[in-house]
């Protein structure tokens, strides 16, 4: 007895210096670890050093938006002294957002009055390098005679060249007025004023999100309070972003809470104690900090992504818990029965985990060590410390009559052609599968907003006429009058816009000014300054930076990058591309083809998963039986996997194209439904593994399957998948043949 | 005490918005005054005094000023045609505007054809000693313009033009 109680001691004192070991060591990887978050880490590793420098700079915390009030009832003028007087209340409450002009005309126009005769057109430029002086002057006297207004001094640019070269420049803001920060234009009978706003503060803070939203909404309905019948737009990833937060925790709410609580009471109804969830949460504690302190070792940057892929750990840990606590109801015997069919399950699923670490993808990796480790620790725990708890209730015994007459039922199902056409079940799904295949992988699918924001956005993108497409050409340069050099050579692709439409490089301006020089010591251009009565002109100094470099210029790792923003789709045809140096981008196309990408290499993973399977399981499942019995043992059990993920893939299908998520799902619906098919074939007893198969099913089921009715389709993907899958999983794994030892 | 204080202030208020409604409403009546029917053809004699050079620029010529357009021919120092519409400055012979004058066209358009819904969006007005004053309203042309005046009893005499930089234009006006 005193030998049993020291054994016992011995045993929790070393599991208790095992958990604590893995939480310090855990505690001070974590605080040296950098998390990536930015969908470029996620990205596969061909995304070029220009390509990542750009994302990079398209991240910064603060977030702009734009409001547009529109009216054919009220003047401008009127719209606009209510919003600004409104608006300057909201500024003065809330510090986190300010005005977020997006071109200044007096900082612009100062600039070039600063840099006056240094910028000319590319015509002046030529007409001046090919001396036709006459032409240049004569153009400048009837500038000067014409009711224009002079916008640059003429000491410093006699001939009007930066004049001229202002008067070319693309305008950001087409038509529109600027008043301080605030924007208007009358089209058609319709007046609008755009107020431009930035958040200062941390956009990924739901809560300041939601304050920031809950602000700028009362500020509209002031305004709209004032004038009434305006109408008000609003556009900004803030809004679709606070949307997505607000409809996620509304579905938390109802979908979380309610299959939270039907999993609770059903676990509650069947073990009739609540110690099988306090070691649930023990084993998924215990086990998820061991998988990623080995994750942590391994991987230098690990990705936030990775833990979101990895939710079906939860799921699988549940799952052999529920197992355990069965087998271990009913009595040492069943316990033994159960060990070599959980060892089995779960060393075929940590080696598909482990195949993980084949693929390019560092994600995957990371995901691969994570699940490998994670669960390799749970089912060592399980088996391990499962004994050293107090024998079990026996589950409540209305499941076990239910589960009782369901074994009967399959057994009179059963068949000697079960086999067969199971197998022709399997691979005819398969086969529709593969025939039918849809997949898309575009990343505006998988994010949903409110019909009326996305409304909003697209008349103010209609009919502001300033927003650019997503495609963007990036220049690399290692300075950056070297990066704007470069740029020069684009400046003729229609509807492009870089910052050498409106400053030219240092060199081509030393140039300007030497043949300026030229031209004021011939006789012709002595004549004109006489004319005017001024002697040589003053040079104005180097320029300073243009006020909207930031929108065109970004710093590098290694020198700096100039980008062309186009205002029409990118033409293949417009550039000759050369890595490194001159890239075409498309965030969002290649975010769609990285997410093809890991797509791609997840079907590959679950077919890996499905040809790896079939011979672990028969070289070890049924290991006292014949070769063939343990062959068609596997091959059942290969069955009912193929048939529950291309069932549920075939089916998800019909509701939305395939992507990335339906495939996390089908690897979820794979590993759960080896542990389902391998204790059907294992030595347990059918009723009792029937007991912990459709517990397990029931409470994935619920959890993970509430998931099909969010709103979000890339979440609804995932939850379809999930119920689909592993219905038909407790559906089909039944119908293996019981093993005659069990 | 406090009744008192936001009567006071309401009536301050209400004093300057009056004054304000009511120097605009002046200034939009001496334009009615200034405005003549169109077409109309007029001789002018411009002096551009620029920041930095020691004499003014002096040109002249003819303005032929239509519901649609205005050309304006300069005939002295240099021969010079240019056609003034919304769209832009155009110089007679050559193949496009002015780009970017688009918005300069129209404000003369405007107060050479005494729009005044135009004017009335583009500037604050009032009247000062005789003339109207027009100072612009928004960023831009503020940026450029300080103000502009238009003088004269029943028709639009003299156009001055102050802009930010220190320039002075100064458009007389006188029947053919």
Redesign the interface.
């Known amino acids: 007895m005193k030998g049993a109680r020291a054994a016992t001691a011995t045993r929790l004192l070393l599991l208790f210096v095992f958990t604590v070991g893995v939480a310090a060591a855990l505690s001070a990887q974590l605080f040296n670890t950098q998390w990536s978050s930015s969908l470029a880490d996620a990205l596969p590793n061909e995304v070029s050093d220009l390509q990542r420098s750009y994302l990079e700079n398209q991240q910064p915390n603060a977030q702009q938006l734009l409001l547009g009030f529109e009216s054919q009832q009220y003047e401008d003028t009127e719209i606009l002294n209510v919003v600004q007087q409104q608006l300057s209340i909201l500024l003065r409450a809330e510090s986190v957002i300010q005005l977020a002009e997006m071109t200044n005309p007096e900082a612009v126009l100062s600039f070039y009055q600063q840099q006056a005769g240094r910028l000319a057109t590319q015509r002046d430029r030529q007409m001046l390098a090919s001396g036709d002086y006459e032409a240049l002057i004569t153009n400048a006297q009837k500038t000067l005679q014409s009711p224009a207004p002079v916008l640059t001094s003429l000491q410093q640019d006699p001939l009007l060249l930066t004049q001229r070269f202002i008067q070319q420049l693309p305008d950001l803001m087409p038509g529109y007025e600027s008043h301080g920060g605030l924007y208007t234009r009358t089209s058609q009978s319709t007046h609008q004023v755009l107020v431009p706003l930035r958040i200062a503060g941390d956009a990924l803070s739901v809560n300041q999100s939601g304050r920031s939203v809950q602000v700028i909404n009362d500020f509209t309905a002031k305004v709209s309070a004032q004038l009434p019948n305006i109408k008000v737009y609003r556009s900004g990833l803030l809004f679709h972003s606070d949307a997505a937060a607000k409809q996620a925790k509304q579905e938390m709410t109802w979908f979380g809470g309610l299959s939270l609580l039907l999993v609770l009471a059903l676990l509650l109804w069947v073990f009739r104690s609540a110690q099988q969830l306090l070691y649930t949460l023990f084993l998924l504690g215990v086990s998820a900090a061991t998988g990623l302190l080995i994750t942590l070792l391994f991987s230098t940057q690990p990705h936030v992504l990775m833990l979101v892929f990895a939710t079906s750990f939860i799921g699988l840990c549940i799952d052999y818990v529920i197992h355990g606590f069965i087998a271990r109801s009913h009595g040492e015997k069943a316990w033994s029965a159960l060990k070599p069919a959980l060892w089995l399950s779960g060393l075929t699923t940590v080696v598909g985990y482990v195949l993980l670490l084949l693929l390019p993808l560092p994600l995957l990796q990371q995901l691969g060590i994570f699940m490998a480790t994670a669960l390799l620790t749970a089912i060592t725990l399980v088996v391990v410390t499962l004994p050293w708890l107090p024998e079990p209730k026996e589950p409540a015994p209305r499941w076990q009559q239910f589960c009782l007459g369901m074994t009967k039922l399959y057994r009179q199902m059963r068949h000697k052609t079960t086999t067969h056409w199971l197998s022709v079940m399997a691979l005819a799904t398969l086969g529709l599968l593969v025939w039918s295949f849809t997949a898309n992988d575009n990343v505006r699918l998988l994010a949903s907003s409110p019909e009326s924001l996305l409304q909003q956005e697209n008349h103010l993108r209609e009919t502001t006429d300033f927003y650019f497409q997503p495609d963007v050409l990036l220049v690399a340069g290692e300075t950056r009058q070297d990066a704007l050099e470069r740029t020069a050579s684009l400046r003729s692709i229609e509807g492009s816009v870089s910052l050498y439409h409106y400053v030219v490089p240092v060199s081509e301006q030393q140039q300007l000014l030497q043949d300026q020089q030229n031209l004021f010591n011939s006789q012709v251009g002595e004549d004109y300054l006489q004319w005017l009565g001024i002697g040589q002109p003053i040079r104005a100094s180097e320029s300073p930076e243009h006020p909207l470099q930031n929108q065109f210029l970004y710093p590098m790792e290694a020198g700096w990058m100039s980008v062309v923003r186009l205002k029409q789709p990118f033409s293949a045809d417009d550039i000759k591309e050369k890595p490194g140096r001159l890239e075409h981008f498309n965030p969002i196309e290649h975010a769609s083809d990285a997410l093809t990408e890991y797509r791609h290499s997840m079907q590959l993973w679950l077919i890996a998963l499905l040809l790896v399977s079939l011979p672990i399981l028969a070289l070890f499942l049924r290991s006292q039986q014949g070769h063939k019995q343990r062959v068609q043992a596997a091959w059942q059990v290969v069955c009912v996997m193929t048939l529950s993920v291309s069932t549920a893939l075939l089916l998800a299908q019909l509701i939305q194209p395939l992507n990335l998520f339906h495939c996390i799902g089908a690897m979820f619906v794979l590993v759960l439904s080896i542990d389902y098919g391998v204790f059907c074939a294992g030595r347990l007893e059918r009723q009792h593994a029937l007991q912990a198969i459709y517990l397990s099913a029931f409470t994935t089921m619920v959890a993970f399957g509430a998931l099909s009715f969010s709103a979000t389709p890339a979440i609804a993907a995932f939850g379809v998948i999930v119920l689909i899958g592993v219905f038909m999983s407790a559906l089909f794994s039944p119908l293996i043949i019981e093993s005659p030892d069990s | 005490m406090m009744r008192l204080l936001v009567a006071t202030v309401f009536f301050m208020v209400s004093a300057v918005t009056s004054a304000e409604d009511d120097n605009s409403l002046k200034a939009l009546s001496a334009l009615e005054k200034q405005s003549e029917p169109l077409p109309l053809s007029l001789d002018f004699h ?1 002096k ?1 005094q ?6 003014p ?1 002096v ?1 002249s010529g003819q303005l032929d000023i239509s519901t649609d357009e205005i050309v ?1 021919t ?1 005939e002295q ?2 021969q ?1 045609q ?1 056609i003034i519409n919304r769209q832009g ?1 155009f ?1 007679q012979g050559s193949e496009g505007s ?4 688009d918005t ?1 066209a129209q404000l ?1 358009l405007a107060i050479l054809q005494q729009d005044k819904a135009v004017l009335k ?1 583009q500037f604050r007005l009032s009247v000062e000693e005789g003339c109207v004053m027009m100072v612009p ?5 503020a ?3 300080e103000k502009i005046h238009s003088c004269g009893a029943n028709s639009v005499e003299l156009v001055e ?1 102050f ?1 930010q ?1 220190g ?1 002075t ?1 100064r ?1 007389e006006l006188s029947k053919r």
């Open positions: 411009q551009k620029l920041s930095g050079l020691p004499r620029l040109s304006w300069t120092p240099q010079q240019l400055i110089e002015v780009s970017g004058s300069i003369l969006q309203k928004g960023d831009a042309l940026s450029v313009i033009l802009e930089n320039n234009t458009i």
